[in-house]
């Protein structure tokens, strides 16, 4: 067996989706419904436009500063203090959002499937899996990845191939009732949910990296294709008022899978492919904050941390998902802000001063 | 309660186990850099035992991006 240190692009595809998909599934559709009403498989469409901006934005990045991770790119424009400082919000992002997940999953997994489990049961587990992954590190995450990704998509395809008798085409009139803007709203917050920017903290590690900016691209356009079915199906099947309604609609719409009387009670389905998808997201999360707190202090050694940083997001999941209403409403009011702020501001900010530099350095160059 | 313990214990073991081989290794600074992020998860794990009312990141988050979330669609 070969000693492998880098990522193939396929592996960077199969992290890319992964991570895109992730929560997603389960939630995105609910709140799309709720902004653009029958509209929100456009703004599903618009949000896959805005991802691949997005990751367009973050090539640029790669492209300025190549063989750098996210965090190295921050010290190489900003400069040592405030890169750093940069980080340090980064990290504390990542660490929300990381406990905001696993709340998330816990809340699925004890009010849907297994309702008698303590939550911190669950949270703990799944935990337990990100942290083994941690200490292993995110070749044999790419790996893992590369074994489940034929189950999830064999999966997806036996729920859309199962669903797709319910579907009353009806259900998806009118089209833009109420105009362009509520589909460009939905479509902006969804697209704040795919925290494509992690990739950049791994992309270094690709063999290959123009086969390796394509299947980033590649990723997040399926892993976007992906949620965009979901929610048509959710439309065309639950109707307007029952995915708005659902705080799980992807999970509602599989409890609908009934083929001849038979082939039925198969939401495992969905709750499979999310887990499997909800996994790499996590520990992908998990890896890039071990990466950034390398960067930032100078660390020798990465896995003294892991167990703190696993307590540290257990914790924050206990704060944060406190109930659905309170999240839900940070989530609508406040979330979309701050996750804008370091999905696209700063990057943006990052690459165009990035660009200056560049452009500045080698034009002194030249001249002298 | 039994949940916080267990985290309780987890720290004390992590501390224990890597403290030693950090010391080993003779990495200074990821000694420090350890004892402040083991600090800051005990901290954590304090202020949710104590069940600190301010103790909400998503509220510290919401306070910081008022100003923000006012210009969003």
């Not at chain 1, 809340?107 to 992954?133: D, K, N, R, W, Y």
């Not at chain 2, 985290?7 to 224990?16: D, E, N």
């Not at chain 2, 350890?34 to 909400?56: N, Q, R, S, Y």
Request: net charge neutral; with cysteine; charged share 10%.
């Amino acid at each position: 067996m070969t000693n492998q240190k880098e990522l193939s692009p396929r592996q960077l595809f199969i992290l890319t989706f992964s991570l895109t998909v992730g929560t997603s599934i389960l939630v995105t559709p609910a709140g799309m419904a709720q902004a653009a009403r029958e509209d929100a498989w456009l703004g599903s469409l618009v949000s896959l436009v805005i991802n691949i901006i997005m990751a367009v934005i973050y090539l640029l990045m790669i492209r300025l500063y190549p063989g750098k991770t996210l965090f190295e790119i921050h010290e190489a424009v900003l400069g040592k203090i405030a890169g750093k400082v940069l980080n340090l919000l980064y990290l504390f992002y990542f660490l929300i959002l990381t406990g905001t997940l696993l709340g998330n999953l816990g809340f699925f997994i004890s009010s849907e499937i297994m309702p008698e489990t303590p939550i911190e049961a669950v949270q703990g587990l799944f935990l337990l899996s990100a942290v083994i992954c941690a200490r292993l590190g995110v070749i044999i995450l790419a790996r893992v990845g590369e074994l489940m990704f034929p189950f999830i998509l064999i999966l997806f395809l036996v729920l859309v191939l199962a669903l797709s008798p319910q579907i009353e085409w009806t259900y998806i009139l009118p089209v833009m009732e109420e105009g362009l803007m509520p589909i460009l709203k939905a479509g902006f917050h969804a697209s704040m949910f795919q925290e494509l920017i992690v990739m950049v903290v791994f992309f270094s590690l690709v063999n290959g990296q123009g086969e390796g900016k394509k299947a980033l691209i590649k990723g997040s356009v399926a892993g976007g294709a992906v949620l965009t079915v979901i929610v048509i199906l959710s439309i065309l099947i639950l109707g307007i008022e029952q995915t708005e309604n659902s705080t799980f609609p992807a999970f509602a719409l599989a409890k609908t899978i009934n083929v001849g009387n038979f082939f039925q009670r198969v939401e495992g389905i969905l709750i499979t492919m999310w887990v499997m998808t909800f996994f790499v997201k996590i520990s992908l999360l998990f890896l890039a904050m071990l990466q950034g707190l390398q960067t930032v202090f100078g660390l020798q050694l990465q896995t003294p941390f892991i167990y703190p940083l696993a307590v540290m997001f257990i914790i924050v999941s206990w704060n944060t998902y406190i109930n659905t209403i309170y999240v839900a409403d940070i989530i609508q009011n406040s979330w979309v802000g701050y996750a804008m702020l370091h999905l696209l501001a700063i990057p943006l900010l990052i690459v165009c001063i990035g660009y200056f530099k560049t452009k500045w350095l080698s034009s002194k160059a030249s001249a002298s | 309660m039994i949940w916080n313990v267990v985290l309780l214990v987890v720290l004390v073991i992590c501390l224990i186990v890597e403290v030693r081989r950090i010391i080993q290794q003779k990495f200074k600074r990821d000694l420090i850099v350890f004892i402040a992020v083991w600090g800051l998860a005990v901290v954590c794990l304090t202020a949710h035992m104590l069940e600190l009312p301010g103790f909400k990141p998503l509220d510290w988050i919401a306070a910081v991006t008022q100003p923000i979330n006012k210009l969003m669609p």
